[in-house]
């Protein structure tokens, strides 16, 4: 099938599913406003087969140290599948089925399912990697970029990790677990019951980001839009706590945004 948009739609809410966009949610519309910051970068997209920053593009994979293009110098960042067209598996009014098939720069073959299902007040994202022969480390997670204002208040956060992950002047996570500072953030949480954070925008819209997964990274730094990113390991966590893809145990992980008007 094709790599053409696809829109989905439950009650009153309308999402946009851009394949030929690197796999992306380009837009939620909830009663006819966007939730989502709109852009060809922006939307929410993919990380896969890694999350935020690799500590200068290079991680170990069995005895082989492997090297990532460097496009977040002097690291790697967010990985490569959101750089390439993902293909159309199948889709229904409130479902699509998207595939994606790891390839250069990565060195290991493997496939990437994402299936976006929306409900009258949900929409969940379910992302697995999938490996042909031989295992490697992978991550899976999201980066939304979730528009500060929808015309009213700004958007307030509400969120309780156990933790904060000590961020060094690199931006990479130093190894050390702090408690969680004020913002503005651009920083990594441990949330070991799962992902929990909460998105108000007064007398509008709340906005529950939750995942079974125990990390997520908050970006708040930008005037436009405020990111909250569920995933797999922290950043840089191909080299400090990876996941193993085998052929017999696939890497799955899911969000559900839900919502409710105020």
Request: proline fraction near 9%; charged fraction near 20%.
């Amino acid at each position: 099938m094709s790599d053409e948009d696809i829109t989905l739609t439950a009650g009153d809410a309308e999402v946009t599913v851009q394949p030929g966009n690197g796999g992306r949610v380009g837009g939620l519309r909830i009663g006819g406003v966007e939730v989502l910051r709109q852009g060809e970068r922006f939307g929410c997209f993919p990380m896969v087969p890694w999350c935020g920053r690799i500590r200068d593009g290079r991680f170990l994979d069995g005895a082989a140290v492997r090297q990532m293009p460097l496009n977040a110098p002097p690291h790697a960042i967010h990985g490569t599948a959101r750089d390439s067209a993902w293909r159309t598996a199948r889709t229904s009014t409130a479902e699509a089925v998207i595939t994606h098939e790891l390839a250069d720069p990565w060195p290991h073959k493997g496939r990437v399912t994402q299936v976006v299902a929306l409900t009258e007040d949900a929409l969940t994202l379910t992302m697995s990697v999938e490996t042909y022969d031989s295992s490697f480390p992978a991550q899976i997670g999201w980066h939304p970029w979730f528009n500060r204002n929808l015309g009213g208040e700004d958007v307030q956060l509400d969120f309780d990790p156990a933790w904060q992950e000590e961020r060094g002047d690199d931006h990479l996570p130093t190894g050390n677990r702090v408690d969680p500072k004020p913002g503005p953030w651009d920083d990594c949480f441990g949330m070991p019951g799962g992902v929990d954070v909460t998105l108000t925008w007064p007398g509008q819209l709340e906005l529950k980001v939750a995942s079974r997964q125990e990390w997520v990274v908050v970006y708040d730094e930008q005037d436009a839009a405020v990111c909250v990113e569920p995933q797999t390991g922290p950043p840089n966590g191909l080299n400090t706590l990876p996941h193993l893809v085998t052929p017999l145990e696939p890497l799955e992980a899911t969000t559900t945004w839900s919502w409710r008007r105020l």
